[in-house]
């Protein structure tokens, strides 16, 4: 491992300890937040987390929740806590860029549902987090504002897309972040900083206020130190919201109430698709464990095969570009951020997109209006949509039998930047194992299970049924129990 890293010198307390310090009156939002921007005035030069710290608004926030306690209100369940956005999410006032040329200059003006619900719960946005453009990427390398970089090697990528998010939370600028995840881009990140991360079903949290990539498959979910941060922020955020047509009528199910519920009698599978060809050895190798000790803490753990995964990444390059090709439609120079002026209308619009979207964008919009072409439709995204039913069949068939099901999040630990460039395919195949989740509309979450043999983080992914949470949390909390201390070699 390099020897240049930018994780926290002393302990990150968890949210949860957090809030109930400033609920209490024991610690000012004020005082915790000036500790957290400390730490983002050390390192975020080296680690670049953030397109925008929000100092300012942020220490105004911090003194309204402290107001609030000293008049003996209850700011609620994230009293003082920082959180950091993933720059794809909606705050009123404050540019929001998708890490994309083609948004500068852009205000948005309403929050979205998720960022309201945070700051009715108490917390205090920090800033805006890098993403690979519009969510795009594994990496963090396709952002317009460069790459950010993982705290536990400066060398290396964080993941993507939400990799400025992960990057946040393990360097200790904030104990929780959003982000969001189409095809992995919470889970992945997670893992490769050896954070937790969470992609809840499809529906339990509002889309509203997240700007489009793929509709069928975006869902917004946090980042966090330690699970139980995690099933808060979850439970704060999700919930149904009228202003998302997708949402779901319900809350999110209760999963703070059930982390120390164990595993025992629980049925677990191992995917063996999701170990073979493709796979680190060093990774298996920490998932095998990570289900050995499943095992030791009372639950069956059996190897599962769900072959129709192996289609998944195949049916997701068709049905997420397509999805893109018609969201991003709506940058047209006219209604939003950047315009490239030129005589005519038609000539404005193509001088925009073509300065305003970086390649990888570029290469998403092209394969997806040539999936949704007359003559291809039915070859290419018809036959997708068969093969994304075919995934979801197969898994609720496991999930007669299995309560939830594990595998790595991410085939390998961090790489080196510009190991995947050069070729799309290496960089798509980060999520081959997060991408069925997606499809199929299922909660899958990223737990740290130890490091891989170049001493960085690996990460365990759990998987459930549509609106099992609380049996992906249960498992969570009992490897975060019991997973291998990072930065000792396991
Ligand atoms: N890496 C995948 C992609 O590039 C997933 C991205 C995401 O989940 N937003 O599409």
């Given at each position: 491992?390099?020897?240049?890293?930018a994780?926290?010198?002393?302990p990150?307390?968890?949210?949860?300890?957090?809030?109930?310090?400033?609920?209490?009156?024991?610690?000012?939002?004020?005082?915790?937040?000036?500790?957290?921007?400390?730490?983002?005035?050390?390192?975020?030069?080296?680690?670049?987390?953030?397109?925008?710290?929000l100092?300012?608004?942020?220490?105004?926030?911090?003194?309204?929740?402290?107001?609030?306690?000293?008049?003996?209100?209850?700011?609620?369940?994230?009293?003082?806590?920082?959180?950091a956005?993933k720059?794809?999410?909606?705050?009123?006032?404050?540019?929001?860029?998708?890490?994309?040329?083609?948004?500068?200059?852009?205000?948005?003006p309403?929050?979205?549902?998720?960022?309201?619900?945070?700051?009715?719960?108490?917390a205090?946005?920090?800033?805006?987090?890098?993403?690979?453009?519009?969510?795009?990427?594994?990496s963090t390398?396709?952002?317009?504002?460069?790459?950010?970089?993982?705290?536990?090697?400066?060398?290396?990528?964080?993941?993507?897309?939400?990799?400025?998010?992960?990057?946040?939370v393990?360097?200790?600028?904030?104990?929780?972040?959003?982000?969001?995840?189409?095809?992995?881009?919470?889970?992945?990140?997670?893992?490769?900083c050896?954070?937790?991360?969470?992609?809840p079903?499809?529906?339990?949290?509002?889309?509203?206020?997240?700007?489009?990539?793929?509709?069928s498959?975006?869902?917004?979910?946090?980042?966090?130190?330690?699970?139980?941060?995690?099933?808060?922020?979850c439970?704060v955020?999700?919930?149904?919201?009228?202003?998302?047509?997708?949402?779901?009528?319900?809350?999110?199910?209760?999963?703070?109430a059930?982390?120390d519920?164990g595993?025992?009698g629980?049925?677990?599978?191992l995917?063996?698709?999701?170990?073979?060809?493709?796979?680190?050895v060093?990774?298996?190798?920490?998932?095998?464990?990570?289900?050995?000790?499943?095992?030791?803490?009372?639950?069956?753990?059996?190897?599962?095969?769900?072959?129709?995964?192996?289609?998944?990444?195949?049916?997701?390059?068709?049905?997420?570009?397509?999805?893109?090709?018609?969201?991003?439609?709506?940058?047209?120079?006219?209604?939003?951020g950047?315009?490239?002026?030129a005589?005519?209308?038609?000539?404005?619009?193509?001088?925009?997109?073509?300065?305003?979207?970086?390649?990888?964008?570029?290469?998403?919009?092209?394969?997806?209006?040539?999936?949704?072409?007359?003559?291809?439709?039915d070859?290419?995204?018809g036959?997708?949509?068969?093969?994304?039913?075919?995934?979801?069949?197969?898994?609720?068939?496991?999930?007669?039998?299995?309560d939830?099901?594990?595998?790595?999040?991410?085939?390998t630990?961090?790489?080196?930047?510009?190991?995947?460039?050069?070729?799309?395919?290496?960089?798509?195949?980060?999520?081959v194992?997060?991408?069925p989740?997606?499809?199929?509309?299922?909660?899958?979450?990223?737990v740290?299970?130890?490091?891989?043999?170049?001493?960085?983080?690996?990460g365990?992914?759990?998987m459930?049924?549509?609106?099992?949470?609380?049996?992906a949390?249960?498992v969570?909390?009992?490897?975060?129990?019991?997973?291998?201390?990072?930065?000792?070699?396991?």
């Amino acid at each position: 491992m390099s020897s240049r890293s930018a994780l926290p010198s002393t302990p990150v307390a968890p949210a949860t300890v957090l809030a109930a310090a400033v609920r209490s009156g024991e610690r000012t939002a004020l005082d915790v937040l000036e500790e957290h921007l400390a730490r983002i005035s050390d390192h975020e030069v080296d680690v670049h987390a953030f397109n925008l710290v929000l100092e300012d608004r942020a220490r105004e926030s911090a003194a309204a929740v402290d107001a609030r306690v000293a008049a003996g209100g209850d700011p609620g369940p994230l009293a003082g806590v920082p959180v950091a956005l993933k720059d794809n999410l909606c705050t009123r006032g404050v540019a929001t860029t998708c890490s994309s040329r083609i948004l500068e200059g852009w205000e948005p003006p309403y929050d979205a549902t998720v960022v309201q619900r945070l700051a009715a719960a108490g917390a205090v946005v920090v800033g805006k987090t890098n993403l690979d453009e519009f969510a795009m990427g594994s990496s963090t390398e396709h952002s317009a504002t460069g790459p950010t970089r993982n705290p536990h090697d400066l060398d290396r990528v964080p993941g993507g897309s939400s990799g400025g998010s992960a990057a946040a939370v393990a360097a200790g600028f904030a104990p929780v972040a959003l982000g969001s995840d189409t095809g992995g881009s919470i889970r992945q990140p997670a893992a490769l900083c050896g954070v937790v991360g969470v992609k809840p079903t499809y529906g339990l949290v509002s889309r509203l206020g997240l700007v489009a990539f793929a509709s069928s498959l975006d869902q917004v979910g946090p980042f966090a130190a330690t699970v139980a941060d995690a099933a808060l922020v979850c439970e704060v955020v999700g919930g149904h919201d009228p202003g998302d047509s997708t949402s779901l009528p319900q809350d999110f199910p209760r999963v703070l109430a059930h982390l120390d519920d164990g595993v025992e009698g629980m049925r677990i599978g191992l995917v063996t698709e999701m170990l073979g060809e493709g796979i680190a050895v060093d990774v298996a190798a920490r998932v095998r464990a990570a289900a050995e000790a499943l095992t030791a803490a009372g639950a069956e753990v059996e190897e599962v095969s769900i072959p129709a995964v192996t289609y998944g990444l195949s049916a997701y390059y068709l049905v997420a570009p397509a999805e893109a090709s018609s969201n991003l439609a709506r940058y047209d120079g006219v209604r939003y951020g950047r315009r490239v002026d030129a005589p005519t209308a038609g000539e404005m619009m193509v001088a925009t997109r073509t300065a305003g979207f970086g390649d990888e964008v570029k290469r998403r919009i092209v394969l997806g209006t040539y999936a949704l072409s007359a003559g291809y439709y039915d070859a290419f995204y018809g036959k997708a949509l068969r093969v994304r039913t075919l995934i979801r069949e197969e898994f609720d068939a496991a999930y007669e039998r299995l309560d939830a099901l594990i595998s790595p999040a991410s085939p390998t630990t961090a790489f080196a930047f510009g190991d995947k460039t050069a070729d799309p395919v290496q960089m798509y195949l980060n999520d081959v194992c997060t991408i069925p989740s997606n499809l199929a509309g299922h909660p899958a979450l990223s737990v740290p299970f130890g490091v891989g043999d170049d001493g960085l983080p690996v990460g365990v992914q759990v998987m459930a049924p549509a609106l099992g949470e609380v049996a992906a949390f249960r498992v969570a909390a009992v490897l975060e129990s019991v997973a291998p201390s990072a930065g000792a070699p396991s």
